[in-house]
């Protein structure tokens, strides 16, 4: 079975940092590529970042540079480090598993529980 598991959001404040985990079990990297997508309160998801099945092939769809992705083959883990939070990064966060990288949530083939992050200004 396949599943995602998203952690590692909370409260911070502006300025902060904070590193999500999506912890990815019944597949392989070949398989499906992950994407971290976000939904403010009253908007739409929108697409974050995604990594390719190469750990090197990262994609940001933001117009800023505040966020890294990262990955664990040993745990089968994907990192998105989030730094400089502001306000407006408030949202849920969730991680889904697409067959090829993709800023649009309607690709997203499984989807993970979400978590939520809190920027306080």
């Known amino acids: 079975e396949v599943q995602l598991q998203a952690s590692g959001g909370g409260l911070v404040q502006a300025g902060g940092s904070l590193s999500l985990s999506c912890a990815v079990s019944?597949?392989?990297?070949?398989?499906?590529?992950i994407g971290w997508f976000r939904q403010a309160p009253g908007k739409e998801r929108e697409g974050v970042s995604c990594?390719?099945?190469?750990?090197?092939?990262t994609h940001y769809y933001l117009p800023e540079s505040r966020f890294t992705l990262s990955r664990s083959d040993a745990t089968k883990t994907v990192y998105l480090h989030l730094k400089n939070l502001e306000p407006d990064d408030t949202a849920v966060y969730y991680c889904?598993?697409?067959?090829?990288?993709?800023?649009?949530?309607?690709?997203?083939?499984?989807w993970g529980r979400g978590t939520l992050v809190t920027v306080s200004s």
């Open positions: 990594m390719g099945v190469d750990s090197w092939n």
């Open positions: 889904g598993g697409l067959i090829r990288c993709s800023s649009n949530s309607h690709d997203v083939r499984k």
């Open positions: 019944g597949i392989t990297w070949d398989d499906y590529v």
